[in-house]
């Protein structure tokens, strides 16, 4: 329901798909890792010459926005972290893990096997629709995602910043990048929404990124 309200507000919105997830599950490989995500979204942006754009980047998506941030700076007009990661250069995803997540991670890479998704319970999700829509559609992710270290830019471009941390998700890894980007003065907005923001607080969240643009 997000999408159509920021395209009524006037905006021009695609939702492209990394390989190996959502539709594009077929595409499962034990190839494809941190860059062929980059790689997706920098072909998405010059293949439909997007420009001005305001990267939405959510959980390990932080991570991919990143990465193209770095790819097609002169093309992005702010950047929006929804509840997600935000690497440093030279870092992966398992850099910050924390909990029984990192065994379970690490069990997948050694067996090179893809990543298995994480229940919805653990991201503080209770409302039972959400629950019964998005279940059918979670799929494994490729193991190398989550390992491979991001090429980021060093020094943050002078554009706007925003980092959303949702409340309902405890035990996240999501706190430590609130507190550090609020501590070097990006804008931060904590809201009282499970992980999935998008599906459970639609009108705050598109409220949020119409005035992050």
């Known amino acids: 329901e997000l999408a159509p309200k920021l395209r009524a507000a006037g905006h021009n919105v695609t939702t492209p798909t990394l390989t190996g997830l959502g539709e594009r599950k077929h595409t499962m490989n034990d190839t494809a890792d941190l860059k062929t995500h980059i790689q997706d979204i920098v072909n998405h942006i010059e293949m439909e010459d997007l420009r001005n754009i305001d990267l939405v980047g959510w959980s390990y998506g932080g991570m991919v926005t990143t990465g193209v941030l770095a790819r097609v700076t002169d093309r992005i007009r702010s950047m929006i972290y929804l509840d997600a990661f935000v690497p440093e250069n030279g870092k992966a995803l398992i850099d910050y893990a924390e909990g029984p997540v990192v065994k379970i991670f690490n069990d997948a890479k050694n067996k090179a096997q893809p990543l298995p998704a994480i229940p919805l319970e653990v991201f503080g999700v209770k409302?039972?629709?959400?629950?019964?829509?998005?279940?059918?559609?979670?799929?494994?992710?490729?193991?190398?995602?989550?390992?491979?270290?991001?090429?980021?830019?060093?020094?943050?471009?002078?554009?706007?910043?925003?980092?959303?941390?949702?409340?309902?998700?405890?035990?996240s890894p999501f706190g430590y990048f609130h507190d550090k980007l609020k501590a070097e003065g990006v804008k931060t907005i904590e809201i009282k929404a499970s992980h999935l923001c998008m599906l459970d607080s639609v009108e705050e969240v598109a409220n949020i990124l119409l005035t992050s643009a």
């Open 127 to 171: 409302d039972p629709k959400i629950i019964e829509f998005v279940k059918p559609r979670l799929v494994l992710q490729p193991w190398r995602t989550s390992f491979q270290p991001v090429e980021a830019l060093k020094t943050r471009p002078n554009i706007p910043f925003t980092y959303v941390r949702c409340l309902g998700f405890v035990n």
